[in-house]
């Protein structure tokens, strides 16, 4: 059974950081696409970072400079290190692995809540 359990959410102050955790099971890691999407309340899901299991990182533009992405495929872990949180950033985080083969192999963790307000 695929489980992604992300934790780190919390309420932080803007300026502040925080650091996100994805914990995968059931799934070969090391060869999955790992990323980290948000939703805002009444808003559509966004991309904000990915890494190839190449250890490859790509992020949206509005969180350059500002979030860091990375694994250990040792651990099955993907983190996301946010830094200088802006009241714009609070959303509900989700986990992301995806595997393309023949076919799409595509899951997600439950989320966890980012708040940023003073």
């Known amino acids: 059974q695929v489980q992604l359990v992300e934790s780190g959410g919390d309420l932080v102050q803007p300026g502040g950081s925080l650091r996100l955790s994805c914990a995968a099971s059931?799934?070969?890691?090391?060869?999955?696409?790992m990323a980290w999407y948000r939703q805002a309340p009444g808003k559509q899901r966004e991309l904000v970072a990915t890494i190839a299991n190449s250890g490859t990182t790509d992020y949206v533009d509005s969180v350059k400079g500002r979030f860091t992405i990375s694994r250990d495929n040792a651990k099955n872990m993907v983190y996301l290190q946010m830094n200088s949180l802006k009241p714009e950033d609070t959303a509900v985080y989700y986990c992301?692995?995806?595997?393309?083969?023949?076919?799409?192999?595509?899951?997600w963790g439950q989320g966890t809540q980012v708040t940023v307000s003073p």
């Open positions: 059931g799934i070969l890691f090391s060869f999955y696409a």
């Open positions: 992301n692995a995806k595997r393309k083969l023949e076919f799409i192999l595509d899951y």
